[in-house]
T-cell receptor
Framework: DAGITQSPRHKVTETGTPVTLRCHQT?????MYWYRQDPGHGLRLIHY???????DKGEVSDGYSVSRSKTEDFLLTLESATSSQTSVYFC????????????FGPGTRLTVT | GNSVTQMEGPVTLSEEAFLTINCTYT??????LFWYVQYPGEGLQLLLK?????DKGSNKGFEATYRKETTSFHLEKGSVQVSDSAVYFC????????????FGTGTKLQVIP
């Protein structure tokens, strides 16, 4: 299994508070991604990174920001959490070879009350 | 833009039944096609892939053939087991930049003894 961890695994927070989710990889893969998974929507891309300090928006980026200061870490920040951001968040990595296969972390379940 | 359409679930089968989960796609260029599986409480895992027309991907008894003429990539298994109960996602990556993956909404499979 690819070495990907996410922290925290579960979090409950209040509306309006900032939240940061962390993705850590030990594979030295170039590409990293943040998705959210909601019933009826499958997985939707929030942001992705194609290298240290190189990031770009996905299809549902409003209300989220990311940072990647090291190859192994990709942080997702909700600046001011809202109830619509209650979801399961998955990090994924890809080496840039093998036709773009992605490897997923175990997920973070976030509840915004 | 790219899109992936999967059959609605849930799909409920008896053990040893034949499984088909339909997947069709719309894409520019020459996409690579994937099936991912998600077991309860876990992240997605790559199940199989096909990178060009007429390729057949296979793994763990599952198969799917890349049909360019019908833009389809249906997942099949000859004899399902209770342990195959999971959510299955069809996905594609296009030939253009940064390896962004387009996922279908997922099909839940439940296999009963």
């Amino acid at each position: 299994d690819a070495g990907i961890t996410q922290s925290p695994r579960h979090k409950v927070t209040e509306t309006g508070t900032p939240v940061t989710l962390r993705c850590h990889q030990t594979e030295n893969h170039r590409y990293m991604y943040w998705y959210r998974q909601d019933p009826g929507h499958g997985l939707r891309l929030i942001h992705y990174s194609y290298g240290v300090k190189d990031t770009d928006k996905g299809e549902v980026s409003d209300g989220y920001s990311v940072s990647r200061s090291k190859t192994e870490d990709f942080l997702l920040t909700l600046e001011s959490a809202t109830s619509s951001q209650t979801s399961v968040y998955f990090c994924a990595i890809s080496p840039g070879t093998d036709y773009y296969e992605q490897y997923f972390g175990p997920g973070t379940r976030l509840t915004v009350t | 833009g790219n899109s992936v359409t999967q059959m609605e679930g849930p799909v409920t089968l008896s053990e040893e039944a034949f499984l088909t989960i339909n997947c069709t796609y719309t894409a520019t260029g020459y996409p690579s096609l994937f099936w991912y599986v998600q077991y309860p409480g876990e992240g997605l895992q790559l199940l199989l892939k096909a990178t060009k027309a007429d390729d057949k991907g296979s793994n763990k008894g599952f198969e799917a053939t890349y049909r360019k003429e019908t833009t389809s990539f249906h997942l099949e298994k000859g004899s399902v087991q209770v342990s195959d109960s999971a959510v299955y996602f069809c996905a594609l990556t296009d030939s253009g930049g940064y390896q962004k993956v387009t996922f279908g909404t997922g099909t839940k499979l439940q296999v009963i003894p």
